[in-house]
């Protein structure tokens, strides 16, 4: 039997796909052979001897210690693209909140009743207040154009927005590919330049950590918007509630609330919705679970982000996670590599003792 483990809420259809005749799917299981996983903070967790893999029902793994797990022979798996629809609506209401005082306004409404002078009169009076703009028209440019920024793309150049984004990870296929809907730059000053309303899609890294900050949003036109649907590292606070003070930004909606960004004027907060929909949940729920089985009974790696994705089909295999490199005994399947970590399935000839010895090599599995 295998033990898998969830420590957040996984959607049944998820946790349904488990065989119940192999399988021990809970929130209370020991010696996990896999663990199902949402929001949950990992660093601290102590992983045992049995766990072979983590299965994140969704994009981000920043809850989970990536290279630790790596070390350990764990491979961990996201789910892309799973919520990347759910994403990509709230981006678009996102367009519209920072576009017109739509929170503000709600908020003014609801304090409102019938007194000296009537509900309707203080609305006729009062409206005047929460004027805007309109999106059609106008400029959007999108940093990052993997799976949600491209859906954004779509739904904004269908809103009748002029769509502008770059990527550096973007083939020059799917450039082709987006053509009709995004011009595709090659730099973000490009972006910077030419678009009222800048949408964040990147991943939040060493390198991509608040670079949003002073000197980019000095980059920007006069009065942009700014979204922020991907991390909230990925702004620098401080340098963004400076520039709508001076009125450099019009407005910044965030999807991750923290003490510099609730309560302040300009700023639209939002509690962390982005993948918050059943379809989503569904989604990554099913593509997690389906990862975990396919690895555990077929030794198979697809969208794992510490590992390579690698798979073979044979009967009887040999599955060895090693440092890149190392130079292993039997006849190689499939292999490949990915910062510095390797993944080779071996012929089930091979010996997997003399392979365990080897140094650089992490874990070996037999199947079959």
């Known amino acids: 039997m295998y033990n898998i483990l969830t420590l957040n809420k996984i959607a049944a259809c998820g946790t349904d796909l488990f065989d119940k005749s192999r399988y021990t799917v809970g929130d209370a299981v020991e010696n996990p052979t896999g663990i199902l996983v949402r929001s949950a903070k990992m660093h601290d967790y102590a992983f045992g001897s049995e766990l072979l893999a983590i299965g994140r029902a969704g994009a981000g793994t920043n809850n989970i210690p990536v290279e630790k797990c790596a070390e350990q022979g764990i491979v961990v798996f996201n789910s892309p693209g799973a919520n990347a629809n759910a994403v990509k609506e709230l981006v678009i209401a996102g367009i519209f909140l920072a576009s017109r005082k739509v929170t503000k306004a709600v908020a003014w409404a609801a304090d409102l009743k019938d007194g000296e002078t009537n509900v309707a009169a203080q609305v006729e009076k009062g409206k005047s207040q929460f004027g805007g ?13 993997g799976a949600i920024g491209k859906k954004v793309a779509q739904a904004a150049n269908a809103l009748g927005m002029t769509v502008i984004g770059t990527d550096p990870f973007l083939s020059e296929e799917a450039a082709k590919e987006m053509a009709s809907y995004c ?17 964040l899609h990147v991943p939040c890294n060493d390198q991509t950590k608040g670079f949003v900050n002073a000197d980019v949003i000095n980059q920007m036109k006069d009065g942009v918007r700014i979204l922020n649907f991907a991390r909230a590292e990925l702004v620098n606070d401080a340098d963004l509630k400076a520039a709508l003070t001076s009125g450099k930004v019009t407005a910044y909606v965030t999807d991750f609330p923290n003490a510099d960004t609730v309560n302040v004027d300009g700023i639209v907060a939002i509690p962390h919705l982005g993948a918050s929909t059943e379809e989503s ?31 073979a089909d044979a009967d009887k295999k040999v599955c060895v996670l090693h440092k890149e490199g190392v130079e292993l005994k039997g006849t190689v399947l499939a ?18 003792d003399a392979n365990k010895a080897i140094e650089g090599v992490i874990r070996v599995r037999v199947i079959g």
């Open 183 to 199: 011009k595709v730059v090659a730099t973000k000053e490009e972006v910077y330049a030419a678009a009222d309303y800048i949408t």
């Open 335 to 352: 292999t490949g590599a990915k910062k510095g970590y390797a993944y080779t399935i071996l012929a089930g000839d091979a010996d997997a």
């Open 281 to 311: 949940e569904d989604n990554c729920a099913i593509m997690a679970a389906n990862e975990l089985i396919d690895y555990i009974e077929n030794g198979n790696i697809k969208n794992s982000v510490n590992f390579p994705n690698v798979s």
């Open 133 to 145: 703009i309109e999106a059609l028209g106008k400029t959007l440019g999108i940093i990052g154009l």
